[in-house]
Structures are given as structure tokens and as C-alpha cells.
């Protein structure tokens, strides 16, 4: 979203009289939304909500989340036990998974204003629905951002949802925010002392709730398409929070799916990994859109991280090692990854040396390699499942002392620290007891399950981290200046 002026009146006021109502707020939110807001303390429990188990019901607003019906289901559930529940909508895509039980026009507000409004508009909503808790799914998106300020200067708690760090079958569900912005402490001492607390030894046992992936490209087509033939007529502010243009992603997918003129080149790499008969290293490569290279790295793209690391395996690495470099399964093939890495490497006089492939078996994969280096990814997890050594060159929760190897990447090719065994196993549980959730986003069973696991942690059933006494200094969720 960037920020526009209205060519009409107060921005995000095109369908409301006025003086009557506030920036974004559409037709039946009007009246409500002309009151002043309160000072910015932490809005009272509404009066009209009654105890319930020993504690108090809440009223929840949800912003944006991923295109599942995920949300709906949750609020579903949450107004189940008398919560009050309500919904902004920012594009069309949220109004095919996000409208509400108990009727659409009761329970959502459109927002149509500029993101220079977006400020004032939270605090009026947060101010007139008394919210006290606020969910939202990616919390570097820039109408995030902007809610998340607003919410934590007026005391609003902060439930930002992820796709799981442990997946599959895990959801990410933490207090104000995920990866490098998340509570859990960053030194080994503190997570010894966390595991002790709960009496965690290690990770819950392997979850088979599986992922539907049919489903989740359908989902995705569906709010894609909404919003391309009507996102400018009926939200014309709104820009989304991806950096490259769906056209763009469109032309990539095409070349992917309909044009795989390296099909038998990837097959023959991943059969000879496979067979288990390779020493090296595996390189796992991430989304080169996604906020964990934009936000959480210093990287201004993965081809940058590829030309560093191949450059220090070129020059530091056992000539007899490989490099395997494995791209996201859910990359869109907008990169010509093979042709960067094979140009670099040859060049670099490592192309007899370094492969690159998509698919094949992650978990064969981290067992054989002589260890893992990576930005931020989540298979960070995995390899300390594994117990593999790991070298991180993003933000990551996983990268401390005792978990990944601290010596500088031209020193990890030679001596691979891998991680100590039995803080591996007490971080992982206690991700998985302070972080994450059983479910799936995409899966009609796991959207379920998840569901059920978000209720115990509003209802604080289910704990999550407590605030760190000492916060960070550095600036936290801030968006990224190619997306304001």
C-alpha cells in the first residue's frame, strides 16, 4: 500500500457524509466512528462482556490474513464463548475469507483511506470497539506495522500469526511479533531456564497433520484474481505488501509449470543426493520476496547471499566438498537460479562442484551434508533436529551460542560446529510450547485444530513467552521502504 491522496473529500471517506464519519470507515461504521479517541492508555474491558472460567472475555479485531478461511473459523469459534469479534477488511481477497458469523456488515469494517490515515483510524477502532486484543497474520506487512505501533502505545495485546517454524503440522502464534522480532530470548542460559520451568527435554513427537497444497494454490488464485479485477474500484488505496507485481509472479509460475526444459537435469541431481554417495554442503535457498531476506537480513536479495557463499566455498572449502544448493519448493521461478549459480561457478572455477536442484527429500538431505548454511529458513529447525552443524547469515531465533556455529563462514567449511545435543532439544521444545500451535493454515483438518489451539492461547490456556525485561534497541517492525 502507498500512500495517495483522495481526490474526494477526507481520504477513505467516499462513501460516508461528511463530518460523520472517520478516515476509512464505510457506511454502517459511520456514526460510531465520529467519537473522539481516548488517551492512549489500555482500553478498558467493555462492560457489556461478562467473566467467563476465571477470566474476562475479550473483544478482538482481525486485520489481514492469509488467503484460507482460517480467521473465519477462529472468530467462529471465539464468538462460540461469547467473545466480541470484529473484522477490517483492506481488499477484496479479505472479504472471501474474512467475513464473520452473525452477518458481514455487523462484524467487518472496510477500509478504503491511505495508509498516511491508517494511524488515526486504529486508534478510533481500537478506541470505539474497546479492543483489548488484536490478531493479524505477518506482522512486517505495512498495514501491520502501522497497527502494531498504535496497538502497543495503547496497551492492546498482540497475536501475530506465521506459517510454523516447525511445519508441517505447526503454526506460528507468538505475542507482538515473529522471528527476530519475537520474545524468546537469545542466549542459551535463558532457554535452559524456560525448558526447566515447563520441565521440557525436548520436541513433541513428529505431528501428521499434513498440509493441503491443491487447496492452498486455489485459495491463493481466488484472492489474487478479486483483487486484480476489483481492488481499485472498491479499495483504491490499497497496494499489497508483495515487492514484485502478481504479473510478474503470474509469467514466472507459467515458466515453471509449463516450460521444464531441466526437468531430467533436476532429476539426475536429486538421484545422485539420494543415493546418499555425495560429501557436502547444502545450502536450502528461501523466497526471495519474503519479509525474512527484506526484513530479517541484510541481504538485498538471495542472489546476493548465493554470490557470498559460493565465493567462500571457492576459496575456503576441501576440494574433494560439494555444494548442494536446493531451491524453495514454492518459488515461482521469476530468478533464474540455475543459470546465476551456474555462471558464478564456473567463473568462480567451482562448476564441476556446486549443484543446484528443486524438490527431492529435505530430511535425506540434512541427514548426509557435512552441515547447513542458510539465511534464516526455517529449515534451520530441521537441521538442529538433525543435529547438523548450521552457519547463519540472516537474524534467526536458532543462531546463539551452542546451536550454530559462531566462527565466520570462510571458517565453517574447514570445521563444522555442529549444535550441543541437549540445548537443541530444550530450544525445540521450547519453540514448540511458547511459540507454536498444532494445525495447519491450508488443510481442512489442521485450519481446524488450529483454530482450537488459537483459543487456549487467548484465553491463555496455553502460555506464550512473557515481555523480555530488556528490549531490544533496535527498530522493530518497521516497513520496509520499498512497500511505503
Known amino acids: 500500500m502507498t500512500p495517495h491522496k483522495s481526490d474526494a473529500g477526507p ?14 470507515l464505510q457506511g454502517h461504521d459511520a456514526a460510531t466512528a465520529s467519537m473522539p479517541p481516548k488517551p492512549s492508555a489500555r482500553p478498558a474491558f467493555p462492560d457489556f462482556l461478562p467473566e467467563i472460567g476465571g477470566g474476562r472475555l475479550h473483544s478482538i479485531l482481525f486485520l489481514q490474513g492469509l488467503a484460507t478461511p482460517f480467521f473465519r ?17 483492506f481488499c477484496p481477497g479479505d472479504w472471501i475469507f474474512g467475513p464473520l458469523p452473525g452477518g458481514f456488515r455487523d462484524q467487518s469494517t472496510n477500509y478504503r483511506g491511505t495508509m498516511e490515515d491508517l494511524p488515526a483510524f486504529y ?5 470505539d470497539r474497546k479492543v483489548d486484543t488484536l490478531l493479524l497474520f505477518g506482522d512486517c506487512r505495512p498495514i501491520h506495522t502501522e497497527a502494531i505501533k498504535v496497538a502497543k502505545d495503547m496497551g492492546v495485546r498482540v497475536l501475530v500469526f506465521e506459517e510454523g517454524y516447525t511445519r508441517p503440522g505447526w503454526v506460528t502464534m507468538e505475542e507482538d511479533g515473529t522471528n527476530s522480532f519475537s520474545r524468546l530470548p537469545h542466549k542459551a542460559g535463558a532457554i535452559r531456564v524456560l525448558a526447566q520451568a515447563k520441565g521440557i527435554t525436548g520436541p513433541a513427537g513428529d505431528v501428521t497433520i499434513k498440509t493441503d497444497m491443491f487447496r492452498r494454490a486455489w485459495m491463493d488464485v481466488a ?17 499489497g505488501h508483495r515487492s514484485v507485481p502478481l504479473s510478474t509472479e503470474a509469467k514466472g509460475w507459467a515458466r515453471r509449470l509449463f516450460l521444464k526444459g531441466d526437468k531430467a537435469e533436476n532429476t539426475a541431481t536429486l538421484r545422485r543426493y539420494e543415493a546418499g554417495v555425495q560429501d557436502y554442503f547444502l545450502v536450502p535457498l528461501q523466497l526471495n520476496t519474503d519479509y525474512q531476506i527484506r526484513v530479517h537480513s541484510d541481504f538485498p536479495d538471495v542472489p546476493s547471499f548465493l554470490k557470498q ?20 519448493p514454492l518459488d515461482n521461478g521469476t530468478i533464474p537460479y540455475r543459470q546465476i549459480i551456474t555462471e558464478e561457478a564456473t ?14 527429500d529435505l530430511n535425506r538431505f540434512l541427514k548426509d551434508c557435512r552441515g547447513v548454511v542458510l539465511i534464516n529458513s526455517t529449515v534451520g529447525y530441521a537441521a538442529l533436529k538433525a543435529g547438523k552443524p548450521m552457519k547463519v547469515l540472516g537474524r534467526a531465533l536458532y543462531d546463539m551460542k551452542g546451536l550454530t556455529d559462531q566462527k565466520p563462514l570462510d571458517a565453517f567449511w574447514a570445521a563444522p560446529e555442529p549444535p550441543e545435543h541437549s540445548l537443541a532439544q530444550a530450544f525445540l521444545g521450547v519453540i514448540q510450547t511458547y511459540t507454536q500451535i498444532r494445525g495447519d493454515f491450508f488443510s481442512l483438518e489442521g485450519a481446524d485444530i488450529a483454530a482450537n489451539g488459537a483459543m487456549d492461547v487467548i484465553e491463555g490456556i496455553r502460555p506464550r513467552l512473557p515481555e523480555p525485561e530488556e528490549k531490544s534497541t533496535s527498530p522493530q517492525h518497521e516497513s520496509p521502504a520499498q512497500d511505503v
Open 73 to 89: 473459523n477462529l472468530a467462529k469459534r471465539l464468538k462460540g464463548h461469547g467473545h466480541s469479534v470484529h473484522r477490517v477488511n
Open 309 to 328: 557463499v559460493l565465493a567462500s566455498f571457492a576459496a575456503h572449502a576441501d576440494k574433494g566438498v560439494r555444494l548442494f544448493i536446493k531451491n524453495h
Open 223 to 239: 484472492n489474487h484474481a478479486v483483487n486484480i479485477f476489483f481492488g481499485r474500484l472498491f479499495f483504491p488505496h490499497y497496494r
Open 347 to 360: 567463473r568462480l572455477g567451482i562448476g564441476d562442484r556446486v549443484d543446484f536442484a528443486r524438490g527431492g
Open 123 to 127: 486508534r478510533r477502532i481500537f478506541t
Open 11 to 24: 481520504a477513505g471517506a467516499t462513501s460516508t457524509p461528511a463530518g460523520t464519519g472517520a478516515p476509512g
